[in-house]
């Protein structure tokens, strides 16, 4: 087994233009078409209220970090700007409600429209939670009156950060190439016989393909690590204080994009098929796992059903759990315990299938 494994490693080293490039692609791709998520979006803003515009509702909008408010002074300049296109969309806040006027549809609209409601919906939740501790200290010498404390940040509540999400999807989507072309060498080596030599030797089959996986786990692993690094510490990106927890969630994910790829070369025949289906696996996943964009933004359930059966779906899920919302290991055993039952499941269907096919 060591001796498999040694020899991918200097193969790797003779041959390493693909991981290269894929490394390349995610750092290149999330600074590039994530460019708008690394820069403030600005909205133009329109409100009659003096109130509304010094009123808790704004902090809670700009901490968003991908929105920024541009105050208009009359709301028929926000029209006219957005008619001109100026701008895509624009923003009509009232008291306790809002107005988005859109220009041009884009999935920056229903960021927006989500994160302006989670403002509304929190500073609601926190004026009640006000009137409530009121009430407590009026009620306090009443021992037949019990008050509960809640936390105004709902279970359903929807944070969107445009760095990290541009940073974890990306990676998650590239690293397929890297580990599918990885995994793929088995069929190569089952054509040309050296499959056949290694059984004549002394080393066992599950040696042989616990070589293989190990090796590319360990080059789909040290591509994702290189790309956050890179991040962390060139671009700067803000993991908020959760760095290595992040790096502790990737694992498991990229033990199921192993699974995936070992699946899909038990299916194919030729390097043709696998060729043809490696992108469109990538793709469709990436777009239904929400790499390219949040799933709260998606409205079909038929999408949605979809998504809970690839990986990339977990692994968003486990990476923002950690940075965005702050939640504990315990909170991630979900996304987690989905990407490891998709590992033993995925790996046990493609080796069948590869002896199988090898077998006859």
Do not use: C
């Amino acid at each position: 087994m060591i001796g498999i494994f040694i020899t991918k490693i200097k193969w790797l080293f003779r041959n390493p233009w693909t991981f290269i490039i894929m490394t390349g692609m995610s750092i290149l791709f999330a600074l590039i078409i994530g460019g708008n998520s690394f820069d403030k979006i600005t909205v133009p803003t329109y409100t009659e209220d003096e109130y509304t515009k010094n009123s808790p509702v704004i902090s809670m909008i700009k901490e968003q970090t991908i929105f920024e408010l541009d105050w208009i002074s009359s709301e028929e300049e926000l029209e006219q700007k957005i008619r001109s296109g100026k701008s895509e969309f624009g923003l009509n806040l009232q008291a306790d409600d809002f107005q988005i006027i859109v220009g041009i549809d884009s999935p920056n609209v229903h960021l927006l429209e989500q994160t302006v409601k989670n403002a509304y919906i929190k500073n609601g939740q926190i004026e009640q939670i006000q009137q409530q501790v009121e009430v407590e200290t009026e009620m306090i010498d009443n021992p037949a009156f019990e008050i509960e404390t809640a936390n105004f940040h709902g279970k359903d509540t929807f944070v969107y950060d445009g760095n990290l999400h541009t940073l974890f999807g990306f990676s998650l989507f590239f690293v397929i190439y890297t580990i599918g072309y990885s995994v793929f060498q088995i069929m190569t080596e089952k054509n040309s016989g050296i499959w056949d030599r290694m059984i004549l030797s002394p080393v066992r089959k599950w040696e042989m393909y616990a070589a293989n996986f190990l090796y590319s786990f360990l080059i789909g692993y040290t591509q994702v690590l290189i790309v956050f690094f890179v991040f962390r510490y060139i671009v700067k990106v803000d993991f908020r204080g959760t760095f290595t927890e992040t790096l502790f969630a990737l694992i498991p994910y990229v033990l199921a994009i192993v699974a995936l790829s070992i699946l899909i070369t038990g299916l194919v025949k030729t390097v043709q098929q696998f060729n043809a289906v490696i992108p469109i696996v990538s793709l469709g996943t990436a777009m239904l796992g929400g790499a390219f964009w949040p799933l709260e933004i998606v409205e079909s359930k038929f999408m949605l059903t979809l998504a809970k059966f690839v990986p990339i779906t977990y692994g968003m899920e486990a990476l923002s759990e950690i940075t965005i919302y702050g939640n504990t290991t315990e909170e991630i055993l979900y996304p987690v315990s989905i990407l490891l039952l998709m590992t033993v499941a995925m790996t046990g269907i493609g080796i069948h299938l590869m002896e199988k096919r090898y077998i006859s």
